[in-house]
C-alpha cells in the first residue's frame, strides 16, 4: 500500500481507480440508506451502533482517500466527471437491491449521465 501512496499514478491507473471509487462510493451509498432505514435507536447510539450506516461512512472514507491520491497525478477533467458513474451504480442498483422502482424520468436522466461522462471523457487526455 505504501508504494501505491508513494509512487504516481499512470493515466490508466487513475482512471481505474477513479472508477473503482464509484463503486465504493455506490456501496456507501446503499449501506447509508439501508443503515437509516434501520436505525432504531434515538441520538448518537442509534448512529455508532448501526453497522450499515457506519460500514457506509468507512467506504466513503476510503473512497475520498484513494480519490485524493488519484487526483494527486491525473487529469482532473478527465477523471471527475468519472465520479458521477456513483449516480448511475445507484440507480442501477436500488431498485434490485433496496426495492425503489426506476421510472422513465430517472432512466433519461442515467443515460444523460451516461452520455456526459463519455463525452467528458472523450474530450479529455486519453490514458
Do not use: H
Request: net charge positive; hydrophobic share 55%; glycine share 10%.
Amino acid at each position: 500500500m505504501r508504494k501505491f501512496l508513494n509512487r504516481p499514478l499512470s493515466a490508466r491507473q487513475s482512471v481505474a481507480v477513479v472508477f473503482f471509487c464509484t463503486l465504493i462510493g455506490a456501496a456507501a451509498q446503499l449501506l447509508m440508506k439501508t443503515g437509516a432505514a434501520a436505525m432504531t435507536q434515538p441520538g448518537i447510539a442509534g448512529f455508532l451502533l448501526n453497522f450499515p450506516l457506519m460500514a457506509g461512512y468507512a467506504f466513503y472514507g476510503l473512497s475520498t482517500v484513494l480519490l485524493v491520491f488519484t487526483l494527486r497525478d491525473g487529469d482532473l477533467s478527465l477523471l471527475y466527471p468519472i465520479l458521477a458513474l456513483t449516480y448511475v451504480w445507484v440507480a442501477i442498483a436500488t431498485p434490485l437491491l433496496i426495492g425503489e422502482r426506476l421510472n422513465a424520468f430517472k432512466i433519461m436522466g442515467v443515460a444523460l449521465v451516461m452520455l456526459g461522462v463519455s463525452i467528458l471523457g472523450r474530450s479529455g487526455t486519453a490514458p
